[in-house]
């Protein structure tokens, strides 16, 4: 199996400045217990810097410190924990005492008490309790009720705080908006907002969980991503192409001229069009296919310039109005006859498909100088019993030229001809027949 970004940069190992930089804490990681945020500061090194290297390059040790054994081989696919739920760490810190908790012969003693008798934080096992093990505090204090145990204070929600954080849960239920927005807007501490939802709201925390999930990886602006927050541009790259952007809906200049105006980047232009008004790119490119601006790959759409569709656009409402041709309607607005056509053809199909033609009285489509060029050969053809050969022969036409045009688009002249050539075949014959009656009778 191909090997990940990731694998690939373990592989090459660290950097020797990162080697000289943390060989020092590194080695009180590796031999000692003290936490990360202490290594740092005895070893003066950045937390963060460190912590990041330790994962990249010395994951065997991670995994040991957290307790959990591995090889060097799998270190690199273990993971400490999953994206929600309880670490590795904290469930070997805390186990014992949930346990407690849940141990029925315990319940004479409240949260507080089973921490202490384990050396935990009475805050910290509750908050423990309440993220990943919710129905054990409700259980112990219904239980603690039934046996006459309650002490009578007040556990779950407090009424003060369903009252401070409802404008915030209620905006987050009926909206979009990111966590901080919320707090912001209602005046309530962030920290405080996060955990009175992960511990009384859970099912709002899953809900929005789950719409994050499912925008991981949008393209779609407006939508949310996996970050929970809407994908849009920010307002300074709106203020920085403002500008350029109007110019490139409302001219036919091209992104480069646009740039050089605007003073941005051409490369900049470019994608922020791409990823934030391909609506935009369809229309100038004159796309016709329907759907949604992002279902449509701009690889299947074709290029030009606008200024270019400008260029033609005059003569071609020439040509829609009839009675000149391509040659003409060229010549009249001093366009190149074949880049003409060649444009009608790319651009125009439909326009290009019925130029020239006109229609017979059968009701068939022609070229129309086909149509005048053969006008009397067609008339000679099926008024007379003149071969079509002969016919093109004194006329000066080529014949195979002639002979098509009429087996296309004139098969009634056929008919006639040959309803006129039996017609004579059989008058000659009648006659042929009336001159041996009357020799036979003279005999």
Request: proline share 4%; charged share 25%.
């Amino acid at each position: 199996m191909r090997a990940s970004f990731k694998q690939r940069a373990r592989q090459k190992g660290p950097k020797p400045e990162s080697v000289d930089k943390y060989r020092e804490a590194l080695q009180l990681y590796m031999t000692t217990e003290l936490s990360c945020r202490e290594i740092c500061d005895l070893c003066g090194v950045g937390r963060y810097g460190f912590s990041a290297y330790v994962r990249k390059h010395y994951r065997e040790a991670l995994l040991s410190r957290n307790g959990v054994a591995s090889g060097s081989n799998e270190a690199v696919e273990i993971r400490l924990r999953e994206k929600f739920g309880q670490s590795p760490a904290a469930c070997t810190k805390y186990g014992k005492a949930i346990e407690a908790c849940k141990d029925t012969a315990r319940l004479e003693y409240n949260v507080s008490q089973i921490a202490h008798m384990f050396n935990l934080r009475a805050t910290a096992l509750a908050n423990q309790l309440r993220a990943h093990f919710p129905e054990i505090p409700v259980n112990r204090e219904r239980e603690r009720m039934l046996r006459g145990l309650s002490d009578n204070q007040q556990r779950g929600v407090r009424p003060q705080c369903v009252l401070k954080y409802s404008g915030a849960v209620r905006m987050l239920r009926e909206s979009d908006c990111t966590l901080r927005q919320a707090a912001e807007a209602f005046g309530v501490p962030f920290g405080g907002l996060k955990q009175h939802l992960l511990f009384y709201h859970r099912d709002l925390v899953e809900k929005r969980r789950k719409k994050r999930e499912a925008g991981r990886g949008t393209v779609m602006p407006g939508n949310l991503n996996g970050s929970g927050r809407p994908h849009s541009p920010t307002p300074v790259t709106l203020e920085t192409y403002r500008q350029a952007v109007e110019l490139y809906r409302t001219t036919a200049l091209t992104t480069t001229e646009i740039a050089e105006r605007t003073g941005v980047s051409q490369s900049g232009l470019r994608s922020h069009l791409r990823t934030w008004h391909r609506e935009l790119i369809l229309e100038r490119r004159g796309c016709t296919q329907m759907g949604q601006a992002w279902d449509i790959h701009l690889s299947a759409t074709k290029r030009y310039l606008k200024s270019t569709a400008q260029k033609y656009a005059p003569a071609i409402k020439r040509l829609k109005e009839g009675g000149l041709s391509t040659a003409a309607v060229a010549a009249e607005f001093g366009l190149n006859p074949e880049t003409f056509r060649k444009y009608l053809h790319e651009h125009e199909p439909e326009l290009s498909a019925t130029l020239g033609m006109t229609r017979l009285e059968n009701g068939r489509t022609a070229l129309r100088r086909s149509t005048e060029k053969y006008a009397e050969a067609v008339r000679l053809y099926e008024t007379t019993t003149e071969p079509l050969s002969s016919i093109a022969r004194r006329l000066g036409l080529q014949y195979n030229s002639v002979g098509g045009f009429v087996r296309r688009n004139c098969p009634e002249t056929i008919a006639r001809h040959n309803a006129l050539c039996a017609a004579e075949e059989a008058a000659r014959t009648a006659m042929d027949g009336a001159t041996t009656t009357r020799q036979a009778g003279k005999a």
